[in-house]
């Protein structure tokens, strides 16, 4: 399947408060899909997974305000492209630097800019493993991708023998262990961050998700809870928010939001869910609603799959209903909508036509 890519940075250059300095905003519109074929990388003259060896920052150009680095790295893994030992890290020390450190892990897919191979924000490149050794096994990101490449080179991963296996970090502490039975994984695998507290656990029957899966923060708190039926959501699923305070945000939050540390101590102590999905037992999402940290309801989403519509529901900070907005195919407006004042009393509303347009529109004065 041909991949569809959109790809657009975005780098803004404001002044604040009079100062000459330029405060940088970065923004991608991105949607990459798996890679599958050879097309998939064509617009790639070297994709490789690279240990970073060095980061150097270049002179600034006359002729931009944005900085570039010399990156120079240890090929891992090549699959595209010559033996290079560095390239161009364009866009460093702004909102677009994309945060290599020496000592990570990247899968690079590099393009061709002035004439030399370079990366940026808003390419594939994807951090694999960290300068410490954590790797994203929660989301996937930079597994997964050494994982499509391998199977589109032919580069066959190896068959695991039954029992459990274990990976470790770098410092030689435990990362990860998974039960294989008939070279599938089966039964539960745990994952740990460095500091030896769990950082996931998951059920597979034939290397399919099965039963609950739950990850969690580095401080050992509950990340989220699903529920899988051969690697398909069911049930219900739920994001939580994180309890971690750090010594900066203490300070932050206790002048500008909360009046001593026990108030802030009180809310940010609950565990609180922040996301929680409803699926049926064939994986179709029912409902979802977000929560504020104090547990106070934000939006509430119903799903009808039969016309590819939704019904989307805002509350007031009071948890008073503020808006009742449906829509079909997925994001056209349909139907009327309704706003509601903190007290619960109806104020704007309109209806929507065939093609999404306003009508019928209400405004009190």
Known sequence: MK???????????????????????????????????????????????????????????GSTPFRDATLGFKIIEKFKGKD???????????????????????????????????????????????????RDWHFKRGIQELEDLRKLYGRAEKRNRDGVDKQYYPDGKLEIETTYHEGLKNGIRTIYYRNGKIFGKQMFVNDSLQGKSEWFFPSGQLYDQKFYRKNILINVSRVYHDTTVTDRMKQFLVRDFYKTEDSLRKTYGRIQVWLEALYDYNGKIVSSKEYSRWGVIRQENFYHFQNSAYTSVF????????????????????????????????TKSWDYDANGRQINIYIPK
């Not at 030992?85 to 364009?90: D, H, S, V």
């Not at 994309?98 to 590099?110: C, H, N």
């Not at 009071?318 to 007290?343: C, L, R, S, W």
Request: aromatic share 8%; glycine share 8%; hydrophobic share 35%.
């Open 84 to 134: 290079i030992r560095g390239l161009i890290e364009y866009d460093i020390q702004s909102s677009c630097d994309m945060g290599i450190e020496v000592g990570d892990e990247w899968l690079l897919f590099a393009t061709e800019r002035g004439g030399k191979l370079s990366i940026g924000a808003c390419n594939r490149n994807v951090r694999y493993r960290d300068k410490d050794g954590l």
């Open 3 to 61: 991949q569809i890519l959109k790809s657009v940075c975005v780098c803004i250059t404001t002044l604040i408060l009079a100062v000459n300095a330029e405060a940088l905003a970065c923004s991608c519109i991105i949607d990459f899909q798996a890679i599958k074929s050879l097309d998939d990388t064509k617009d790639y003259p070297f994709v490789a997974l690279v240990k970073i060896t060095s980061e150097t920052a270049n002179p600034p150009s």
């Open 315 to 346: 509350y007031h900070d009071n948890g008073q209903v503020h808006t009742v907005n449906h829509f079909k195919d997925n994001a056209i407006p349909t139907g009327h909508y309704q706003e509601y004042d903190p007290e619960g009393n109806p």
